[in-house]
């Protein structure tokens, strides 16, 4: 899609059924409060998670979807232990990490569910760890962790960092796979290692082949 024809996912609904309930189960996970104003009797709240480009509303008539009934809202972390642990400890109850044993639908289902392996995926594959936990309506999030993208996930020209957590992250990975790289090279000190790393985490985020 063209440039100037671009659009992003900025704002999604949840319904919730009591809205003071909901800002403070949110406010107290550390998401930014974006607004909170009425008109006429519409009340319209907003949070986005840390380095998130989408953030969520809720209020009064808002939707006539049924408070609870959201489902399989994403999360993406690029640490989901790290993640999980920090949910816990501002007072979400999340659900033990785990990954699917075969096919993929066990991360919407139930925690006895066919399927669901404890912990997360080997080696933490990207895409395949993850841990849920419910707002006080019951509507449902997902974490994911997400490392790697796959090809065609970002823009191969734009290169972008939620957080500094994430990009410490990305940093770590590119560390350790250059160490590789200088090993190849007979041990030798990489001179040109600012623009290896940058090459490399462009492409990680792109989905692209990585250099070695």
């Not at 080696?123 to 993208?149: C, I, K, M």
Request: with cysteine; hydrophobic share 35%; net charge negative.
């Amino acid at each position: 899609m063209p440039a100037t024809n671009a659009v992003k996912l900025e704002v999604v609904l949840i319904p919730v059924s009591d809205v003071d309930r909901a800002k403070a189960f949110y406010g107290k996970l550390g998401w930014r409060l974006d607004a909170d104003f009425v008109a006429g009797d519409t009340r319209v709240v907003q949070f986005t998670p840390p380095g998130s480009g989408c953030s969520i509303q809720f209020g009064t008539h808002l939707t006539s979807a049924t408070p609870g009934s959201a489902r399989g809202l994403y999360l993406i972390s690029p640490d989901i232990e790290a993640t999980r642990d920090e949910l816990i400890r501002r007072g979400a109850k999340v659900s033990e990490i785990f990954h699917c044993s075969t096919g993929f639908a066990c991360r919407f289902q139930d925690g006895g569910a066919d399927g669901r392996a404890s912990g997360p995926a080997p080696e933490h594959q990207s895409y395949a760890s993850f841990a849920s936990f419910n707002d006080p309506d019951g509507n449902e999030w997902l974490l994911q962790e997400v490392t790697t993208r796959l090809p065609g996930r970002m823009d191969s020209g734009t290169t972008t960092f939620g957080s500094a957590d994430d990009l410490a992250s990305a940093l770590r990975r590119a560390e350790h796979a250059h160490g590789k790289h200088e090993k190849r090279l007979g041990g030798a000190r990489d001179e040109n290692w600012p623009d290896w790393y940058a090459d490399y985490m462009a492409r990680e985020q792109a989905g692209a082949e990585l250099p070695t």
